[in-house]
């Protein structure tokens, strides 16, 4: 009873709020008739709700009538069983209904004073009921009523108690039927003989609250719903406080995002992963499986001190950074580590458009690599597989008379343009990559054409002329290239080999054609920077065609005509007899005979430091190759490339002509075409034509006349 | 060599902002190594000419935040140039050559005449502003009868050296979007509360601006420039650059910084630490225009 009565007071407090302005209305104007029109459209669309409850209820109201502690004998007013009777019945809906059923017994008696209409029979019963719970009831609770009538003057007072009993009777009523619940009768009695009106109630009920909301797109029913099961699901404390903050939350809930279900795994950062690939770098530790003793002997010669050569590089204002050097040695050691490696240097960076390359060079030991030989000979086997295969297709078409002239032989591994082995890598700690091998085809080709570096060595080359292979073959020419062009050191540093002497030239595949010239005492540091006689090239030319050594494609070209004897004068007639040798400067040729470029000189010597000039070092600048230094101190020196890998031309590039078309068939008078005859031309023929036939005739006639002269002789 | 000119910044009307220096201003962030190994060849003459640079300029202390400095390299000596900008970023700046980091000289303005008179001349930088280039051309006498007379004209190092600064500056010279912006009054300066780009933001060319007066922007349709902010979109992005690809975008050491080269103008070399200010550009080369770029991509 207790509950009931707090219960009852905050209906109370709602009660008044709703009851105050219906009340002062008619206080006001004391009309009626306006506020009953106003009250009528709620009656009248909850009607199918409330109309037909009276009859449902009855039976129930009677039967809870012994049970209520003073519950008149009249009949119940109508709204009373649907929530009495609702929570046993159906579980949610009941929940939500109460609120409009606890409304309408609020707002009828509103809207109906009971002085004035009390000839209507609908008003009359529903103010008696009131009035009966009044006395009945009332003296319960009376104390808690008598105050607030108070405020409304003593006559209210009546009306007042009137509605607040009415109410009080409601949750009497609720009282009541949770007690009859236990006996459970009454309502399944309820239930079933009134089950299709109950349900188009809860129905209605259901369907008001289902309606959404035109601003928010909600509705009431799913927004309770969703704060019941919620309340329910975390049980807080004082539920009946925080109801307000409740509803605000599960509203608020619809706009937090909701996570997709699939979602990425955390990507690897950047940053970490180079981190994770260089740490590999700084945690080298004796490789397993490697002689203590092959281990010292790799450590002695192999890897260069990149970090002294980047020393005297930045006093020249060149170079990439401690950090970046460093990290680059640790990666030059893992190289030498991994490979049987003679000698290794580090040849310098090519910038790309996407990533850089790090350049190492790099001789292997003797007999070591085979591996390159064996790859050598898969790619012929399949070029021959290929060539084959071509000729089983083609057999049928017509072959070509066009010759494709010799292709000039690559130079072996170890001589020449490939005299070392080239890895790259495009950032210290990621994997090295050996380039192929240069061809001189390539190397004619990357000389007629610009083209920037993307940075993936597998990316196409497409240019004009057509570039034999991709990104690292063209890279590898370059490379080729740059090293024929800007390696140079001081003069006297290497010796020509006593084997060999000065017919190097001559001598084709001279491995370990100079070596270190043991007695070099080392040069003046301004000797090198005023003379450039003073440094020389050490590495070899390359010939325009694409060799270092002279490759003479005749002879075998005659061995091959033996063969094929129907090809041989024509060949003979195309080409000529002797092709007049290339013949590219000695190794070891001093700078001062590069050529100029256009009245420029190709190199720029500098002091790196004018105030002291006692320490400092020769810097040298290609203008050649933009990005190539060189420096030395005297004793030591060093060559370094930093760059986007391309030959400095003073005048635009423009890409080569195409060659001149092919002549299809030698030119001859059956198959050119001649002039049309002009009708001069016609007629004078025709006429001659005539002549010719009227002398023929003649003759005939002639010949006849002789012959009939024969007969008639 | 004026080098009086530059004694002081007070005198030249520069406004005393804090002095930054690509290598040292940023402090922490990007050193001199880390701009030497993002920059093609050499940076500048040595740690011994680096420092006489950078004193040079902490004496005449002028500039804004934005680092700009170039290095021509020539055949016999290199020219260094070092700018000033005034509290309005887009004002025409002033700028100071030298040739070993000590003795400043100021260089007038470009005039358009100037770039005419100057683009006939092909090839390399001397090193010495008082070289002169001769060029033969044609020219037309005796209205009348069309003759045509060889003429030698003479070319100054320093005209071209003028006009190569300015073409520099117009093509290439770049910020970071956000970093300055344009006051209702017109003027435009440093934003300060300029936090750097996001990373995403940082490998896209768009968040790039030419650091000029804007050329494109006036002819982009009003569909165009409906999203852009008056007040940090008011200069050209480097989306549209022609030809496209023109730039070479790069992430370095694991996206703490991202390197954006010029293939137009070789040895430009711009920096910038995403998510902070730290921005700056340099330029190192040889001052010619890469012509064949088409050709190259």
Not at chain 1, 272 to 293: M, N, P, R, W
Not at chain 1, 510 to 531: A, I, K, M, Q, W
Not at chain 2, 168 to 179: L, S
Request: with cysteine; glycine share 6%; net charge negative.
């Amino acid at each position: 009873m207790e509950d009931s009565a707090s219960t009852q007071q905050e209906k109370e407090n709602q009660v008044p709020a709703e009851a105050g302005q219906p009340w002062g209305g008619k206080t006001a104007a004391s009309s009626q008739s306006s506020v009953p029109e106003s009250s009528e459209p709620v009656e009248a669309k909850q009607g199918p709700d409330t109309r037909p409850q009276p009859r449902s209820s009855s039976p129930y109201s009677s039967a809870a009538d012994p049970t209520g502690p003073g519950a008149s004998p009249s009949p119940r007013p109508p709204q009373e069983p649907s929530p009495a009777a609702s929570p046993l019945a159906v579980a949610r809906q009941d929940l939500v209904i109460p609120p409009p059923s606890d409304r309408t017994p609020g707002v009828i008696p509103d809207a109906r004073p009971p002085p004035s209409d009390a000839s209507e029979q609908s008003s009359d019963q529903r103010e008696s009921t009131p009035h009966h719970t009044n006395q009945a009831e009332g003296d319960a609770f009376q104390q808690s009523q008598q105050p607030k009538p108070c405020l409304y003057g003593p006559r209210d007072v009546s009306r007042q108690n009137s509605k607040h009993k009415e109410l009080r009777f409601d949750i009497f009523q609720k009282e009541n039927s949770s007690s009859d619940s236990d006996s459970d009768q009454p309502a399944t009695r309820a239930l079933e003989t009134s089950p299709s009106e109950l349900e188009t109630a809860i129905q209605n009920a259901k369907a008001y609250l289902l309606k959404t909301s035109s601003k928010s797109g909600l509705n009431l029913y799913d927004h309770l719903s969703n704060m019941l099961t919620k309340i329910l699901d975390e049980r807080p404390e004082n539920a009946v406080d925080i109801i307000e903050n409740i509803s605000q939350d599960v509203k608020m809930a619809h706009f937090s995002k909701k996570l997709d279900t699939l979602q990425n795994e955390n990507e690897m950062l950047p940053t970490y992963e180079i981190a994770e690939t260089q740490k590999a770098l700084f945690l080298q530790g004796h490789l397993e499986g490697v002689d203590q003793e092959l281990e010292d002997e790799i450590a002695e010669n192999s890897l260069p001190n990149v970090m002294e050569s980047a020393f005297y590089f930045e006093q020249a204002g060149v170079g990439l950074g401690t950090d970046e050097t460093f990290r680059i040695l640790l990666a030059l050691k893992q190289l030498t580590d991994t490979h049987p490696v003679q000698r290794c240097r580090f040849w310098g960076k090519i910038l790309g458009l996407e990533r850089n390359y790090i350049v190492a060079e790099v001789e292997f030991r003797e007999g070591e690599d085979e591996e390159e030989v064996e790859e050598e000979d898969v790619a012929e086997e399949r070029g021959e597989r290929d060539s084959e295969a071509d000729g089983d297709q083609e057999d049928e078409l017509p072959k070509s008379f066009h010759k494709a002239p010799q292709p000039v032989p690559k130079e072996e591994s170890g001589t020449g343009a490939n005299k070392y082995v080239y890895f790259v890598c495009n950032e210290p700690g990621r994997p090295w990559l050996k380039l192929p091998s240069v061809t001189p085809a390539q190397i004619v080709i990357a000389r007629k054409i610009k083209k920037f570096f993307t940075g993936q060595l597998d990316a196409p080359i497409i240019s004009y002329p057509p570039f034999p292979g991709n990104e690292s073959n063209y890279l590898r020419a370059q490379i080729a290239r740059i090293s024929a062009g800007t390696h140079i050191s001081p003069l006297g540093f290497y010796q020509f080999g006593e084997e060999e002497g000065e017919e190097e030239e001559e001598v084709e595949g001279g491995r370990g054609g100079f070596e270190e010239n043991p007695d070099f005492e080392g040069l003046h540091v301004t000797d090198l920077v005023e003379s450039l006689s003073n440094w020389v090239h050490h590495s070899q030319h390359i010939l325009s065609q694409g060799r270092c050594h002279w490759f003479n494609p005749i002879p075998k070209n005659e061995e091959e005509e033996e063969e094929e004897d129907e090809q041989k004068e024509e060949e003979k007639v195309e080409e000529p007899d002797y092709i007049e040798q290339e013949v590219g400067p000695p190794l070891l040729t001093p700078i001062s005979e590069d050529l100029e470029i256009e009245n420029m000189p190709p190199w720029t010597p500098r002091l790196a430091s004018n105030l002291i000039p006692q320490y400092a070092i020769a810097v040298l600048r290609s203008n050649l190759w933009p990005g190539a230094y060189a420096f030395s101190n005297g004793k030591k020196f060093e060559n370094l490339y930093i760059g986007w890998g391309h030959k400095y031309s003073p005048d635009n590039y423009t890409p080569p002509v195409p060659p001149p078309v092919y002549q299809e068939y030698p030119s001859r008078p059956e198959i050119t075409e001649m002039d049309d005859p002009s009708v001069e031309e016609e007629q004078a023929f025709r006429a001659a034509q005539e002549a010719v036939l009227l002398a023929a005739e003649n003759e005939e006639t002639e010949e006849d006349e002789d012959e009939e002269d024969d007969y008639e002789e | 060599m004026g080098s009086g000119k530059a004694t002081t910044s007070t005198e030249l009307g520069w406004d005393l902002w804090p002095h930054t220096v690509v290598w040292r201003g940023h402090a922490g962030a990007v050193t001199t190594e880390d701009l030497q190994s993002l920059t093609p060849g050499r940076n500048w003459e040595g740690p011994e000419s680096a420092r006489a640079w950078a004193s040079a300029e902490e004496r005449w202390a002028a500039g804004g935040r934005r680092p700009a400095a170039i290095c021509i390299l020539g055949l016999v000596g290199d020219h260094f140039i070092s700018q000033g900008m005034r509290e309005d970023q887009l004002a025409p700046r002033q700028t100071l050559y030298s040739l070993n980091c000590m003795e400043w000289s100021l260089l007038p303005p470009a005039t358009e005449e100037m770039e005419v008179r100057t683009s006939v001349v092909k090839g390399r930088f001397m090193g010495d502003p008082s070289h002169e280039y001769e060029h033969t051309e044609l020219q037309e006498t005796n209205e009348g009868e069309k003759l045509l007379e060889e003429v030698v004209v003479q070319i100054k190092e320093e005209t071209r050296l003028v006009s190569i600064i300015d073409q520099i500056d117009k093509a290439v010279a770049i910020i970071p979007r956000g970093a300055l912006f344009r006051t209702p009054f017109g003027p435009t300066h440093v934003n300060r509360v300029f936090e750097g780009l996001s990373l995403s933001e940082a490998k896209k060319l768009s968040s790039y601006f030419h650091f000029r007066e804007p050329v494109e922007l006036k002819n982009k349709t009003l569909l165009e420039k409906a999203d852009l902010d008056p007040s940090l979109d008011f200069m050209d992005s480097l989306e549209h650059d022609i030809p496209k690809g023109s730039w070479s975008i790069q992430m370095e050491r694991g996206n703490a910084l991202v390197v954006l080269r010029s293939l137009l103008w070789p040895g430009l070399t711009f920096y910038h630490a995403p998510r902070t200010k730290n921005y700056g550009s340099i330029y190192v080369g040889t001052g010619e225009k890469n012509m064949d770029l088409p050709f190259m991509l």
